[in-house]
């Protein structure tokens, strides 16, 4: 299904030629000409697939044409065929599989909210436990995960998995904190590298990773708590510093996060994705009619923005190229 409406015979502005919804709502809301450079006007909003029950983890395999995606309540990841537009199941039983991501070898890497760990598929198939706790105890449930040119696996571990069965398995914390993780495969070293954070959820590094911007969902489900992203400056060794607010997110919260070469940062939220500026200005929205949980940049340009959003699979195509490795 494409949502498109005809482009006006002569628009005299080029806003006029903006794809619309069924809602009647344009697609696009540019709210400073930034914006303007990133979309193209007539670009269709399209919803690619439908029918799940929380959609999530959208992580592009240019290698195979292809789109892996976690449903969430359903315990699946799922497969979207670029080519053919078909969606397979890709794995059953995923523990609640949420975020995912790839590696420098281009594997699968995968956070496992409802078992609490974060895995790795291997080109054979088989699954390899990353990382399952910290010190001794479960992690509450990882939530996603970016690698960084260095091989390391940093990732998010919120309590969601552990507090409702819709999207993990209830059961008590073992770690009393929400906090962000760095994990070194090579040797196994598992740091905290930000433990101040009520929710940290989406997490994307900067095109030349100076510098980490990390989610907190907090709002969900305590609306004392904070809808925002952070920004860190990364250290040579792997360590944190500053983390203020780089934008505060409405409506809804703030979700999966990804950064385009120029450095713009793209958030799931309530309403759509919302795109930011580098200096953290809301500049345009592209509005999904479902609230946009997560997105990944792909296709062979890598211009294509793929969105999970509540029940359906959307896609657009846009005028800017994500920053994913490989
Ligand atoms: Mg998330």
Redesign the pocket.
């Given at each position: 299904m494409t949502y498109a409406s005809p482009v006006p015979a002569g628009p005299r502005d080029p806003r006029d030629t903006m794809t619309h919804l069924p809602t009647g709502e344009p697609v696009y809301d540019v709210l400073d000409d930034r914006f303007m450079a990133c979309i193209d006007l007539v670009a269709q909003l399209e919803r690619l697939a439908t029918g799940y029950r929380w959609a999530?983890?959208p992580v592009y395999f240019a290698d195979q044409h292809a789109l892996l995606f976690s449903d969430i309540p359903n315990g699946r990841i799922l497969r979207y065929d670029e080519h053919s537009g078909a969606v397979s199941v890709f794995r059953e039983g995923s523990g609640n599989a949420?975020?995912n991501t790839r590696d420098l070898q281009g594997r699968l890497v995968t956070?496992e909210q409802g078992v609490g760990r974060v895995t790795r598929t291997e080109p054979d198939g088989s699954v390899t436990v990353l990382a399952d706790g910290f010190e001794g105890h479960r992690f509450n449930s990882p939530?996603?995960v970016v690698v960084r040119s260095d091989g390391s696996v940093w990732f998010?571990d919120?309590s969601?998995g552990r507090e409702t069965s819709f999207v993990g398995i209830p059961r008590p914390r073992e770690i009393e904190g929400d906090h962000v993780y760095r994990l070194d495969p090579a040797t196994g070293a598992l740091t905290v590298v930000a433990d101040d954070f009520w929710k940290p959820?989406?997490l994307a590094f900067s095109p030349d990773e100076s510098l980490l911007y990390v989610?907190d969902?907090g709002y969900l489900p305590d609306p004392a708590g904070p809808r925002h992203i952070r920004r860190f400056s990364v250290r040579e060794d792997g360590t944190l510093r500053g983390g203020e607010v780089f934008a505060e997110i409405t409506p809804g919260i703030p979700?999966?996060i990804r950064v385009d070469e120029d450095g713009r940062v793209w958030v799931?939220a309530g309403d759509g994705v919302q795109c930011l500026a580098p200096d953290g200005d809301l500049i345009g929205r592209i509005r999904v009619p479902e609230a946009a949980?997560?997105l990944a940049f792909g296709g062979p340009r890598r211009d294509r923005l793929y969105i999970t959003a509540t029940t359906s699979l959307y896609a657009v195509f846009t005028n800017v190229r994500g920053v994913q490795r490989p």
């Open positions: 999530e983890g949420n975020g956070c939530n996603d998010t919120p969601y959820n989406g989610v969902s979700d999966g799931g949980a997560n």
